[in-house]
């Protein structure tokens, strides 16, 4: 039959990536943290089904751990932190833009049609690797800058640079779903981290200025 | 011979389907919607004793107006019944008249009918109906680079651009139905049909607040006979658009692939099956949601638009 030769396997899990793609632009979407919160739980969801579904397809039993580990740590530790943080600080739950809704999800059509026209011509031959992982990949890893930039709550730009590394953790399973587990775990503690340190920051703003909107941080201050 | 003497009788049944059948799926889906909202809600059958009202009734022409405002109608009407001529209502196989034209020839058809309702809305000069004409083509210049896309879609995946090809692919193989362009587009004329039919995200369907209403508010001005035709000619378009989502898209199985009168049967039977639960779908989607702000039907628009794109180049630049 005519078009690109699929199994359905690839087709399904090429499924999953494309709607963590859309759940990115779901970000963009949203209007208050809490739905940003939600989207990055369900998008982390879809990432475990994604390792899961990429260790039964290449039989790679390890890829089971991680995908645990994405759903303790992505879909219930982080949001609950967020929840916390959103409770106890008072931060305000709608998001301030820069760029209103509508524009931000066409600047996130180019930037994803420049990912998949460039990434389209890089021939990678990895074990395990629905085509359109690659190329989605790269566009979540746009979309989370685009999110970051235009979106001014602190905790709308750290659940941003979250869905960043799940882009980076999608491309490492795909291309090499044999990495040593030991090394994604670091990673994802790594975010752990990151979260901290985005929370410290939550809480300083919230103490010295009252907001969590980054846009007075431009202002020298003695 | 034969063969075509029965094709011939089919490409008949196939508008007698449509003639007789639409009223019906819309007349079920506002009596479920009804029980949803805990009302007892109108008769299966309502739609039908409407349209039989509305014949029964004198016609009153505002006086300014031209040919067109009573030509409309007709126009439209014949649009509708020339559509099903084109699209898999009743068989899996090309009927006579099907080679006639293609998807494109087939929005062509919805989109002179839109075209003519406008401008009789227009002819009128009444404000309210001047209103749902202007917003009726507001959405619809919305909705038509989506739609477009989706055209693109299904000719990049059949090489083709006629539906019957279309719902031979998927038949095929279970491939083609989980095949991410697939998915996406099919989301993506799903919402444009939820546009296109006055469902709720976009519009409240039956409501009489003129405010909200974009293609409800258009028909206001006629009376009569011509009102009978506007009405049935609403629920035919929803009738096509469901048939074209449901036959071409989503399950194109149970259509008739022999001339056999129990194969037609079974064919008619499933589709008003499949429309029935796709209603259901539409009346969850009623119940659940608000309407959009007319100022937000952009956003609507521009994830419809996404999903297209996607699919595209999921399919060209993805192996998807």
């Known amino acids: 039959m005519p078009g690109p030769n699929l199994t359905v396997g690839e087709a399904l899990t090429s499924v999953v990536v494309i709607i963590m793609l859309l759940l990115e632009f779901g970000l963009l979407r949203a209007f208050e943290v809490g739905e940003q919160r939600n989207l990055y739980a369900t998008q982390s969801f879809f990432l475990a089904i994604f390792a899961a579904a990429a260790g039964f397809l290449e039989n790679a039993p390890d890829l089971y751990v991680l995908a645990a580990i994405t759903i303790i740590l992505k879909v219930i530790l982080i949001p609950s932190l967020f929840t916390r943080l959103l409770r106890t600080q008072q931060v305000r739950m709608e998001i301030p833009m820069t760029v209103n809704v509508a524009l931000s999800i066409l600047i996130g059509i180019g930037l994803t049609a420049f990912c998949f026209l460039s990434m389209s011509r890089v021939q990678l031959q990895g074990t395990f690797l629905p085509q359109t992982a690659l190329s989605t990949a790269t566009s979540i890893l746009l979309l989370g800058f685009l999110v970051m930039i235009t979106r001014l709550n602190v905790i709308s730009q750290v659940i941003g640079f979250l869905t960043l590394e799940n882009a980076a953790f999608l491309v490492s399973i795909a291309i090499a779903p044999g990495l040593p587990v030991i090394l994604e775990v670091l990673v994802i503690f790594d975010v752990l981290a990151a979260v901290l340190v985005f929370g410290l920051l939550t809480r300083l703003l919230g103490a010295h200025l009252g907001t969590a909107t980054t846009a007075t941080l431009n202002r020298l201050r003695g | ?320």
């Open chain 2, 1 to 320: 011979m034969e063969e075509l003497g029965g094709k011939t009788v089919l490409q008949v049944l196939q508008v007698l389907t449509l003639l007789i059948f639409s009223p019906l799926i819309s007349g079920i889906i506002a009596r479920v919607e009804a029980w949803l909202q805990s009302r007892r809600g109108p008769s299966f059958l309502q739609p039908y004793y409407d349209i039989a009202k509305f014949f029964k009734k004198d016609r009153a022409v505002g006086l300014p107006t031209s040919w067109i405002f009573t030509a409309a109608p007709i126009i439209s009407f014949g649009c509708y019944l020339t559509i099903a001529t084109l699209i898999p209502v009743l068989t899996n196989y090309p009927l006579p008249l099907a080679w006639m034209g293609d998807i494109l020839g087939g929005a062509f058809l919805f989109g002179l009918s839109g075209f003519f309702l406008a401008l009789a809305a227009l002819d009128t000069a009444s404000p309210y109906a001047g209103i749902g004409s202007s917003r009726a083509v507001f959405v619809g210049a919305l909705t038509e680079p989506t739609l477009i896309f989706v055209f693109f879609t299904v000719a990049l995946i059949t090489h083709t651009d006629l539906p019957y090809a279309m719902a031979a692919t998927l038949q095929s193989s279970l491939v083609q139905v989980f095949r991410p362009a697939h998915l996406l587009a099919m989301v993506a004329l799903f919402m444009m049909i939820l546009v296109d039919t006055g469902r709720i995200p976009i519009e409240s369907h039956g409501s009489t607040l003129e405010f909200g209403l974009i293609d409800e508010g258009r028909v206001f001005e006629h009376s009569g006979p011509d009102m009978a035709l506007v009405k049935w000619g609403s629920s035919m378009k929803q009738f096509l658009l469901f048939t074209i989502l449901l036959n071409v898209m989503i399950v194109p199985w149970g259509l008739a692939t022999t001339l056999q009168p129990a194969a037609v049967a079974i064919a008619i039977g499933s589709l008003l099956l499949k429309m029935i639960a796709l209603g259901l779908i539409i009346v969850a989607i009623e119940t659940s949601f608000a309407k959009l702000r007319l100022f937000k039907i952009p956003e609507f628009m521009a994830a419809g638009f996404l999903l297209s794109v996607l699919a595209i180049l999921v399919f060209y630049l993805g192996g998807g």
